[in-house]
């Protein structure tokens, strides 16, 4: 069975400072897609990017990218240059090779203040 | 960028009543799924739905749940009869048959169902 675990509940910073979210997963599987998706205040869910388990480098989307560390099983979200309307709870999911069913993790809340 | 549409916003039914919760996905995915969630909590898989079929469902998905898209139009979740434990928002997502894009999903805005 997968897990996704995001040990941080909250997290604050200061605007235009960088920020970084932990995830751990586990699998027994080789091949996996790992995915950090936002979720405002409003309730909308959105997809923000996405680290394919067979590549080492990694990925980046605009202000977004990942700290992916396979033999930990770890997949880092790194916000740079934050701004307030980055606030919002942050989830991270897996989804192995051939599963279509994505595990998610409890959440990081993220609070960027003035 | 594609928007998935839920309808309605917030639903509010007695325990025992049928709701059904709609879905308008983008227009070419293939895959759908409805996921629950309660106030503060994360997201959980109820079911995924492709080509007509249930393809995978979890442990919440009880018997009561039942899903459908009947010729092309909402993807829908009706719940019959409803428990209390069924209040929740529950999210309707879909992607594409696509393997560069690894079933990135698409969530619509969610519908809260209160059961009183």
């Known amino acids: 069975a997968q897990k996704v675990t995001q040990t941080q509940t909250s997290i604050s910073v200061v605007e235009k400072t960088t920020v970084t979210m932990d995830c751990v997963y586990e699998t027994r599987d080789s091949s996996y897609f790992l995915f950090w998706y936002k979720q405002t205040a409003s309730g909308e869910i959105v997809f923000l990017i996405r680290?394919?388990?067979?590549?080492?480098e990694n990925a980046t989307v605009g202000h977004y990218s990942l700290n992916f560390q396979k033999p930990k099983s770890s997949i880092g979200l790194i916000i740079t240059a934050t701004q307030i309307e980055d606030s919002a709870v942050y989830f991270c999911a897996m989804r192995v090779g051939g599963n279509y069913k994505p595990t998610f993790g409890k959440g990081t809340s993220l609070v960027v203040h003035p | 960028g594609p928007k998935v549409l839920q309808i309605p916003s917030h639903q509010i039914i007695d325990m025992g009543q049928m709701v059904t919760l709609n879905c308008d996905p983008v227009?070419?995915?293939?895959?759908f799924y409805w996921y629950k969630q309660i106030l503060g909590q994360q997201m959980e898989f109820l079911v995924n739905f492709y080509n007509g079929k249930v393809m995978e469902k979890s442990k919440l998905f009880k018997d009561q749940f039942s899903v459908e898209r009947p010729d092309g139009s909402y993807f829908t979740l009706k719940i019959q009869p409803t428990a209390l434990e069924d209040s929740a928002v529950y999210f309707c997502?879909?992607?594409?048959?696509?393997?560069?894009?690894?079933?990135?999903?698409?969530f619509g805005p969610g519908t809260r169902l209160t059961v009183l």
């Open positions: 997502a879909s992607s594409p048959r696509d393997r560069r894009s690894s079933y990135e999903q698409y």
């Open positions: 680290q394919d388990s067979y590549k080492k």
């Open positions: 227009s070419n995915h293939l895959y």
